[in-house]
């Protein structure tokens, strides 16, 4: 899942200073379960929003709206008849959903609401966690399912730092050593032997290095 | 009476069922005096008011809001009074933040036999609010 934050209200209203109706776009799938930018906190956004802009002395027109998913236009047709009505819209998707709706509507100004963060995973009640870097050549398997390229603060592919301490990473020590959890892992399921092999530089032409990426899939293609 | 050519501050409490509501009940049996600036809401439990909530209440003007729990350990739904307290933290920051002061919102943890405590709460947060003046949302109003 796509983890992101709410922008600071004072961040957003300096963005659409200038607007005088404004459109509020929630996105309803990963934004929504990380509680960044689903209809609720859209909703809250908005309050917000009024009330900081009453208080300039310069009312808001806000619509609200929360479509399914902001990075499919399919979902972003349904965003036509308010975003018309609108001078602006600010986007509460991820930078993704954020730059679909800038494409689908060319000529209006369309705005972050969220900080968007990383893919990762639900730890506990409102604790997100960082797991998947996207370099787009995955080496899970031979670590483990653990990946040291994202977990591991040096990226290292063969065994962990000095500064290690079985337990925590020397980076910041409210993260578990990448390396040790590998190491136990992989002990656990009886595959210490994949810690002999070198494992060679890390193949990065598959990421983002080289600009944005883009995936054709012949099969799946009409 | 409120006059209606002087501003006087206009207080929402949401009370929980299982205490400060039962202590603002109790205050009035023992005929305990305590400000008319304050209008009670009843809730179940202080787990159940939503952000929402309070935030709609500044928006539409009021002056100032007052969450009154149990004592924490005492919840009836075990933990309602706590989640409330994260949330009315959060919302005195936002309120910060938006302009129109985080000190109008206030949590206070009481038991139903605390109609003192509930009078002496309620009180406070008129003078604290009376203080700080009207909610600048407010319309047509000055201090």
Redesign the interface.
Known sequence: MIVATPK???EVKNLIARHGKVLFVGCGTCVTVCLAGGEREV??AS??M???R???GKPLELTQVTIERQCENEFIKDLAEPAAKADAIVSFGCGAGVQAIAERFPNKPVYAGLNTQFLGILEEQAVWTEKCLGCGDCMLAQFGGICPVTRCAKRLLNGPCGGSTEKQCEVDDGRPCAWQLIFTRLKNINQLDHLEAIVPPKDWRPAWHAGARKIVRKEHRV | MIQSNQWEPEIIAFCCNYCAYAAADLAGSKRMQYPVNVRIIHTPCTGKIE??HI??A??KGIDGVLVAGCLEGGCHFLEGNLRARKRTDRIRE?LD????GGERLKMVNLSAAEAPTFVARVKEIVETVRALGPN??REGVKA
């Open positions: 600071p209200v004072t909703g809250i309050y917000a009024r009330m900081a009453k208080i300039e | 952000m929402e935030l709609e500044f928006e936002m933040e938006i302009g129109v600048p949302l």
